[in-house]
């Protein structure tokens, strides 16, 4: 798939995208305040940024003004919208605005300065180059992992803040003109007088390109509603170029089983709910269309659990998960005896009717992903970068998905084959250890490996290995005859293997995959 990196994006790139040299179809410089006497009804706004998937908010375009509505749900299940008025700065607001939107929802733009209060907003703020914008943090700052930000934090650059009575309190010379993005679920907690809020809960949306498209939110704080929409056409590429060159045959009739043992009120398996995929696209759960998109079936449970929320006790997970030939195991506590070959599920001891202290184990003998090795965790770069990134970079999971079902696998210490994962981590590779970024430069920054000099094919009419290079220049019928089902691959530096490499072959030869030099900023080859 198109790799799409979270850091790609610095220097000249960013000045690009704030417009300073960019060749815009904006008649009027964004990033400027305008003159107070200007009548509020110009259309200074030359490209609006069109959501297709996104549910829980809307944006509107008025002259200087855009309104930005926001569906906001309480802990009661209740939805409650909030309306903002994003202002050009410099112009005036009138009677009418002042009485029609809330103080702390009336913002001028481009937005000067931003406060977080949940790491999870991070990659939609990077993905712009705007983490220079964020002065200050609401929380535990032990759980956030990009380099780059904790690097401000350490340089003062940012003024991390435990909770929200200690914003409240912050000093007399904090920044002015702060807006506060607010993940909570349940409306936020009061803010400091006359600060701004905006709620950022791109979570609450369920089809995984409407959460990206929480980047229009961003776009229109910071005027970047062109850069925006160029890149959620970088992205839709993104998405087609896994559907296109990673899916997997539907002759293959794989079937995959998600969940792990939940820590909360009792240790139970935690699955997706019955019918969780039966929805339309809409309605069903991210990984349902990441897990259909790559050509598998997700299975459901077919009774509800007896653990709270409907979890599963180990018998349960057995029916739910007996014919599945893939695990993805959504946690870090993946538990198992090298000994007995079994899983350690619920703590609930079976047969007795209590809740044991430990975990018990999974008394079943022919789960396929076990005797195969195809369960795979969400560790590859730890479990907070899971939670940081992953709503921001669905995209690379739905890759990563796609990766573990064709065989795309990874060459345990060597260069690699495919697509490199970005979130999934096999659990029976021992060389699979977490590894989270250390250093902000180029820390997210995908690099660029030429095929040739990671693998080469063998060419059976030949009798000899041949690089990309040559397969890319052969007509169609050679190129195919070359990418058949089963052929010898040699990595260099490393062992010859048996691999199966008919979708690999395309996808590494520089068409798809991790060795293509890919930037938001270029224009992404089209996958129809």
Known sequence: MLVVSRALVSGSTVALMLG?????AQPYDLQQCMDPDLDPTTEIFATKFKKKFSRNWKLTYKGTRKELQIDKFGYSGKTG????????CGTSISKQEQNKFKPKFRIP????????????????????????????????????????????????DVVAYDNMDDYRNRPDDHTEGEVVLDNTYGEPETLPAGKKLLSFVPYHEKHPHAMWEWHGV????????????????????????????????????IK??????????????????????????????????????????LLTPTVEGSGNFN????????????????LFYASDNWAFDEKTKRILGSDWKEGEGELEESRQYVEFDDFKFI??????DVQATGLDDWFESKNGELEQLGADICAVLTEHKQYKGQKFLGHKRRFLRNVFYTNEVPQPPTKCEGAYRKTCLDAPASFTLYDKSTKKYINCRKVQKMNRKKKKKICMSSTLVKVKNGLTMQRRVGPLCEASCGLCGNNVCFKWDEEGRSYV
């Not at 300073?20 to 815009?24: H, I, Q």
Request: charged share 20%; aromatic share 12%; hydrophobic share 40%.
């Open 20 to 24: 300073a040299t960019a060749v815009s």
């Open 81 to 88: 919208k909030q309306t903002h008025l994003l202002y050009q």
């Open 109 to 156: 733009v481009p937005v000067q300065a931003v406060v977080l209060n949940s790491a999870s907003i991070l990659p939609y703020l990077e993905h712009f180059g705007l983490l220079d914008k964020v002065t200050g943090y609401i929380g535990n700052i032990e759980y956030v992992v990009s380099p780059c930000f904790l690097e401000r934090i350490e340089n003062f």
């Open 218 to 253: 961003i776009a229109a704080l910071f005027n970047l509603d062109e850069k925006a929409q160029k890149q959620e056409a970088v992205l839709q590429n993104a998405y087609k170029c896994s559907k296109r060159l990673l899916k997997a045959k539907k002759s293959a009739k």
């Open 256 to 297: 995959v089983a998600w969940g792990y043992v939940s820590n909360y009120d009792g240790q139970y398996w935690d699955v997706p709910p019955q019918n969780a995929c039966a929805g339309t696209p809409m309605t069903k759960p991210y990984y349902c269309s990441l897990i259909e998109l790559c050509g598998a079936e």
């Open 311 to 326: 979890n599963l006790n180990n018998a349960e997970f057995i029916d739910y998960a007996k014919d599945a030939d893939y």
């Open 371 to 376: 005797k195969n090795n195809q369960v795979y």
